[in-house]
DNA sequence: TCTGGGGTCCTAGGACCC
DNA sequence: TCTGGGGTCCTAGGACCC
């Protein structure tokens, strides 16, 4: 999907079509005043000049997604709002709309379900799709195919989104970088040599920021001059596993399927402080903090209809580590308690000397609450009382983080 | 006034078991 | 005078993706 999150917002405000548009950051004083002072009229008449700009924006955070005119000043993802501010303080700036997004979404996904059923989800402004058995599927390459689902997209939403079509997963996706926003790009094996090889590393999924160094180091720059290394070279400096799969990118290989169906690992929560927070001095601030997360994992567990029996926390200090702590128990829990409690023994095994800016809590291990493995074991006859009717030990109201 | 939140997968060492 | 050889699970960190 073409600048997903904003474009969703765009068509709230169509008003704003055309303009330096960045969503981030979390809902705040601005955007609410936006919103009580213009109750009376419908959305789409709010005036331009009323909503809050980059300028004026303080905090923390980063640009979830700039509308191609906000790009054309060098804003994009990712990118720290101050930083964004001072290139493009002009900008509008709205906060994510969560539910909107995961609306649009769905209704997205759906839409191209019914015309190709083979997904795979990867994340929510993409998708693989295999249709190489969807009837018309291969007329003109694909393209036929491809124009059809945008046009249903934008039927059905309002929203463009750019295609790539390829024999592969691999290249499918680099092709649909390739012509944006609102495109259609196809690609034969045979295009590998002369559409893929000039283009720099990064551009292979899979190769991030420190590959992306360590082939630099090694004077590689383009994919092409990945191809032409010797397989044994690339495994000899990147390891059997990576260095094997980074040579078989370069050449376009790859036969992974489209996968439409997968169990979620882990879920987690975590939250970046608006200040730096210290164990100590900032005490209760944090407990409360600590134990909100733990509910919301409890909920979105419950929610989903999962169990996990690994607990950990995540933190960042201000000088941007991480440390992680993990504990595995022995048995399957979806419960706030029993998870703030775990988390709480995981948080003592940190150095909390300095000062913390994101503190999370995530559960692994998950099962379906309604799967065997996920019940707790059958007691053995005599069946002890206290174990038939276990019950989680509560934790005391007055939670302590140490 | 740098740098979000929710994920997956991989690696590597140690415990533990057969 | 040496101390095998799998296999699995747990834990911590890190790269990467959307």
């Given at each position: 999907m073409d600048a997903f999150f904003a474009s969703?917002?765009?068509?709230?405000?169509p008003q704003l079509k055309g303009l330096p548009v960045?969503?981030?950051?979390?809902?705040?004083?601005?955007?609410?005043?936006?919103l009580q002072r213009h109750a009376d009229v419908p959305l789409g008449q709010i005036p331009v000049s009323a909503f809050p700009l980059l300028r004026d924006y303080a905090g923390r955070g980063v640009i979830t997604t700039a509308t191609y005119p906000a790009r054309q000043f060098g804003v994009g993802s990712a990118m720290g709002m101050m930083k964004a501010a001072k290139l493009c303080p002009q900008a509008i700036v709205l906060p994510v709309d969560f539910d909107e997004v995961r609306r649009y979404s769905r209704l997205f996904k759906s839409t191209i379900a019914e015309i190709a059923p083979v997904i795979e989800d990867r994340g929510v402004d993409e998708v693989y799709i295999d249709f190489t058995e969807v009837p018309g599927g291969q007329r003109e390459g694909g393209r036929a195919l491809a124009r059809l689902i945008q046009r249903a997209i934008h039927q059905n939403t309002g929203l463009t989104c750019s295609?790539?079509?390829?024999?592969?997963?691999?290249?499918?996706?680099?092709?649909?970088?390739?012509?944006?926003?609102?495109?259609?790009?196809?690609?034969?094996?045979?295009?590998?040599?002369?559409?893929?090889?000039?283009?720099?590393?990064?551009?292979?999924?899979?190769?991030g920021p420190k590959a992306e160094i360590r082939l630099a180091k090694l004077h590689l720059h383009t994919i092409g001059d990945i191809?032409?290394?010797?397989?044994?070279?690339?495994?000899?400096?990147?390891?059997k596993s990576y260095g094997a799969w980074m040579h078989e990118a370069a050449w376009g290989r790859d036969d992974r399927p489209v996968v439409t169906e997968s169990e979620p690992v882990s879920m987690s929560r975590e939250t970046t402080f608006d200040r730096d927070l210290h164990a100590v001095r900032d005490k209760a601030e944090l407990g409360a903090i600590f134990t909100d997360l733990c509910v919301q994992v409890a909920q979105d567990l419950r929610r989903k209809g999962y169990v996990g029996k690994t607990i950990g926390i995540k933190l960042?200090?201000?000088?941007?580590?991480?440390?992680?702590?993990?504990?595995t128990i022995d048995h399957f829990t979806a419960d706030g308690a029993t998870i703030r409690k775990i988390a709480g023994q995981?948080?003592?095994r940190v150095d909390l000397a300095r000062k913390l800016r994101l503190l999370g809590v995530r559960v692994?291990?998950?099962?379906?609450?309604?799967?065997?493995?996920?019940?707790?074991p059958a007691a053995s006859w005599p069946a002890p009382q206290a174990a038939a009717h276990r019950v989680e030990e509560p934790v005391p109201g007055t939670l302590d983080l140490f």
């Open positions: 969703v917002e765009l068509l709230r405000y960045v969503i981030g950051g979390g809902r705040r004083k601005a955007d609410d005043l936006l295609i790539g079509v390829a024999p592969n997963k691999l290249i499918a996706k680099m092709a649909s970088e390739f012509n944006k926003p609102n495109g259609i790009t196809i690609l034969y094996g045979q295009d590998v040599q002369e559409k893929i090889w000039p283009l720099p590393v990064r551009k292979i999924n899979g190769i191809a032409a290394q010797e397989p044994q070279w690339l495994v000899d400096n990147f390891g960042r200090y201000d000088d941007f580590r991480i440390a992680t702590r993990d504990q995981c948080l003592k692994g291990k998950l099962a379906r609450a309604d799967s065997a493995q996920a019940q707790p």
